[in-house]
């Protein structure tokens, strides 16, 4: 049995074992998809979809679009050249015949032929899927109505107005549309006002009307583009944040002159690294957020790594690049650099720390 024949022979049945196997916590399940945490990167947060359909999984944290496989790797800590050990450890938890310690020969040959082109292929050719736009009339079926919350912390009304920020009465959530450079919309975002839902399924997920998810790969766009390309591309710079709020803060402080877009995570992809090189420009700015109390403890050692390891490295090969990163407590644990408003933003940004390029 070949690698590809277990894949096409596992049934949903299957993949629950092995995600609880994994010690996955199922927090929402339907006729369509189910809810987990993201045990792809050993995250407590239910960010981890699986979608019955297609037999995929989308983690709205890290990982981004994965198949069992990519599920499987993630969680064992495998790398690629050790794919067999995957397969492996899959036939052993679900019992499939001839496959504790490897495949027969000639099964073993055509095996590694499907290993090749998955190490090639599979992960590009699902982050690269062209992104499906929406019916933009979806959005007519919510309110004109803004949080207060949200224009206390520093997004005006205008702003929202201009992102076409939107309110759904009956789940209680504020709307945010995702467009891509070209104006399509392809995904709708919800954040949640509810504490229960918060402490469940997290502030943002997915609008679902019905049994349709509005998703989008996340990984696929850089949220604000659309409105901040002209002014990216005059000043040849842009500042990448982690969430679509700190977009709408910096557009309130910056207006026309804003150069903010929001990378929906805290990781770079190979596609947004693409959507930079389009764009010419010279400077990238990183300002996530603050993941860490003090300067000197591990979490802060541990968040600098993950940004250089999930960020500059694929950047300063091409961009100058500089980080933000408070030294001097102007910003509170896991505040982004915008949420203390624009005096603020300055400081910080006067006093980022340019890592160069590497020529």
């Known amino acids: 049995m070949t690698a590809q024949e277990i894949k096409e022979k596992l049934s949903d049945e299957d993949i629950r074992k092995l995600l609880l196997k994994m010690g996955a916590t199922f927090y929402y399940e339907d006729d369509d998809m189910w809810i987990t945490n993201t045990i792809c990167h050993h995250g407590t947060k239910p960010k981890l979809y699986y979608h019955k359909d297609s037999k995929l999984f989308h983690c709205y944290t890290e990982c981004g679009q994965m198949d069992i496989f990519d599920v499987v790797m993630g969680y064992k800590g495998y790398e690629q050249e050790e794919f067999q050990k995957v397969i492996n450890w899959i036939c052993i938890k679900l019992n499939i015949d001839n496959c504790e310690y490897g495949f027969g020969k000639q099964e073993q040959i055509s095996d590694w032929e499907f290993i090749r082109k998955y190490k090639k292929n599979t992960k590009k050719e699902l982050e690269t899927k062209s992104l499906v736009p929406y019916d933009k009339n979806i959005l007519n079926i919510f309110q004109k109505m803004y949080s207060k919350d949200w224009v206390t912390e520093g997004i005006s ?12 009465t009956w789940q209680q959530k504020i709307i945010i549309p995702h467009f891509d450079i070209n104006n399509q919309l392809i995904g709708v975002r919800g954040r949640s006002l509810v504490d229960e839902d918060i402490e469940l399924f997290g502030k943002y997920t997915p609008f679902k009307v019905g049994r349709r998810f509005y998703n989008h790969s996340l990984g696929q766009n850089l949220f604000g583009l659309n409105h901040n390309m002209k002014t990216i591309q005059r000043k040849r710079k842009i500042m990448l944040v982690e969430a679509e709020k700190s977009v709408f803060q910096t557009d309130t402080m910056f207006g026309d002159d ?4 929001a990378l929906c995570g805290s990781n770079l992809t190979d596609y947004q690294k693409s959507m930079l090189l389009m764009l010419g420009v010279r400077e990238v700015i990183v300002a996530l957020d603050k993941q860490y109390q003090t300067l000197d403890s591990e979490e802060c050692k541990k968040w600098a790594k993950h940004i250089k390891d999930k960020i500059i490295n694929k950047l300063s090969s091409y961009f100058s690049v500089s980080v933000i990163w408070d030294t001097t407590d102007m910003l509170d644990y896991k505040n ?24």
């Open 336 to 359: 982004s650099p915008t949420d203390k408003g624009k005096d603020i933003l300055l400081k910080l940004m006067e006093n980022k720390f340019y890592v160069g390029t590497n020529d």
């Open 157 to 168: 009304i205008e702003t929202m107005e201009k992102y076409n920020v939107l309110y759904s």
């Open 258 to 261: 804003n150069f903010t877009v």
